[in-house]
């Protein structure tokens, strides 16, 4: 009696795999639900963002309780000490059925999302093109437009000319690995980025319709495919400017032109010509495309030897990519379609401390070794959409890169909740004029042995270590030159014994 029922339900689980798999041929997909400004959300715990959430990366295993229940149910009855042959013909067969489920539901996963995507697509033509820009480190006060003298940066200030500039805007950390994670997944570097890398921007904005790419270094993951990017062309490790190798979508050639010492090929001409590779192709297919174009200006073993004039030219060089980028969007007749965003992933590393008190790097601001202060977490940032943003538009809004995934994210059109995170869309900016919300931010600090800086309103706490904390009124003291933690011990105490704010997560 035991066996015929468990063949039975062994016939069952294969049949249903088979009804499934042959559901994947007869998605039908959903209706589109109208678009919604993430900006109207902020108050909610719930981020809009799109799909049918992320792809399933093809060495995941997909569980099937039920079926490895009753695998151990009949391998721990008492029967199967008796009739050993047969329990291990059910087992192989269980696991049999076991493998064409899980590939049946696997193919039914990815062909709903598929649909979903194409669905996603016609939404998507509503939306800007988006280029983000990125640079491992700059100081607030590296670019002419945020008031360096000592370099020029036409480009960079050519772009601040045509969008919008933010003069409070911050790193997600003063270590830009931590710093590239929070923008990519909008959250604070006091939460968890690994459960989050699934929705990740590449991933949101791939699914919500775009073709995605990313061109320069990158450190997350050397497979960039299973963070959402359909292309990458660039680097998983750190190089010089002029590098004997690149990798291409998961294959590594050679640059010959560099090998042995050649200097013929900067990374930023090589950059380049994928980036136009990559533009012209999008161009002609007519898709909405996000491309994020990353350089790691400061790479170096012995960062504590980069001169006054190299780190000029490395600035400037920055500033040379981000024109060519813009000239070819230009060139392909692209400007008006497309959001361009720069900014940074940290400010200056601590060992360029003597550089950077002597150009003014970061203006006004002070520049610690412990990398917590605003000269360590303040950063450039430029946006700009000639449809919709204003010219030579300053913003005074506290913001940070947690809040480029949800802007974004608006622009795309994204429509379904999926997870909250820290930050929230800009749009309502230029949109409906209206000013930011006082909001928390937290910050760690690989340089201070994870000391810990808060920022609530006006008000910035740090703790260093375990008897050191300092207060400042950045309303009035925005170079942090008064600590106020003797006089302020309620504010400081209600600052540092708060929990951090961090993304809720299902």
């Known amino acids: 009696m035991f066996w015929r029922q468990a063949m039975k339900m062994i016939w069952g689980c294969l049949y249903l795999a088979m009804m499934v798999s042959v559901g994947c041929e007869q998605i039908v997909p959903p209706e589109l639900p109208p678009p919604m400004d ?123 000319a045509s969008g919008m500039r933010f003069t409070n805007f911050y790193a997600g950390s003063g270590d830009s690995s931590a710093g590239r994670q929070c923008l990519l997944t909008g959250r604070l570097a006091v939460s968890n980025h690994s459960s989050q890398m699934a929705t990740a921007l590449p991933r949101v904005l791939w699914n919500a319709g775009y073709n995605t790419a990313m061109m320069g270094d990158w450190s997350v993951d050397s497979s960039l495919r299973s963070q959402g990017y359909e292309d990458w062309s660039g680097w998983n490790s750190p190089t010089n400017e002029y590098p004997d190798w690149a990798e291409l979508n998961g294959r590594r050639i050679t640059l010959e032109d560099n090998l ?81 965003c720069f900014t940074a992933d940290a400010g200056p590393h601590p060992a360029l401390s003597d550089v950077v008190k002597e150009t003014r790097s970061v203006g006004e601001f002070r520049f610690s070794d412990h990398g917590l202060s605003e000269g360590n977490l303040r950063v450039p940032c430029l946006l700009r959409w000639p449809r919709e943003m204003p010219t030579s538009f300053v913003s005074d809004a506290v913001i940070g890169v ?61 703790q260093l270590t375990d008897s050191r904390h300092e207060l400042f009124g950045l309303n009035t003291d925005p170079a942090e030159q008064h600590d106020l933690a003797a006089d302020q011990p309620e504010i400081l105490k209600r600052l540092l014994s708060a929990e951090p704010p961090a993304a809720a997560t299902r």
């Open 38 to 160: 993430v900006a109207q959300h902020d108050d909610e715990d719930e981020l809009i963002i799109p799909g049918n959430g992320p792809i399933r990366r093809t060495d995941e295993p997909l569980h099937t309780p039920l079926l490895e229940g009753l695998k151990q149910q009949i391998q721990q009855t008492p029967a199967a000490e008796e009739t050993d042959g047969a329990v291990r013909q059910l087992s192989e067969q269980l696991s049999e059925a076991d493998v064409l489920y899980s590939e049946a539901k696997q193919r039914n996963q990815l062909a709903i999302q598929q649909a979903n995507r194409q669905v996603r697509i016609g939404a998507a033509k509503q939306s800007p093109n988006l280029v983000l820009i990125t640079v491992d480190r700059l100081g607030v006060g590296d670019l002419g437009c945020y008031g360096q003298t000592h370099w020029q940066t036409p480009r960079l200030d050519e772009l601040a």
């Open 402 to 462: 947690w809040d480029v995934l949800p802007t974004f994210s608006a622009l795309a059109w994204v429509t379904r909740p999926v997870v909250r995170i820290d930050g929230v869309t800009l749009t309502s900016l230029w949109r409906q004029k209206l000013p930011m919300a006082e909001r928390r931010f937290a910050w760690r600090s690989a340089f201070a042995g994870n000391g810990l800086a808060v920022r609530d309103g006006h008000w910035k706490a740090l």
């Open 260 to 340: 042995n010492g050649g200097r013929k090929v900067r990374k930023a001409e090589f950059l380049l010509s994928e980036v136009r590779s990559f533009l012209r192709d999008r161009r002609h297919r007519g898709n909405q495309f996000f491309l994020h174009v990353a350089l790691n200006l400061f790479a170096d073993p012995d960062l504590r030897a980069v001169s006054r004039a190299d780190y000029e030219h490395r600035v400037r060089y920055a500033d040379a990519l981000a024109g060519g980028v813009l000239d070819t969007l230009h060139e392909l007749g692209l400007t008006s379609h497309t959001c361009v």
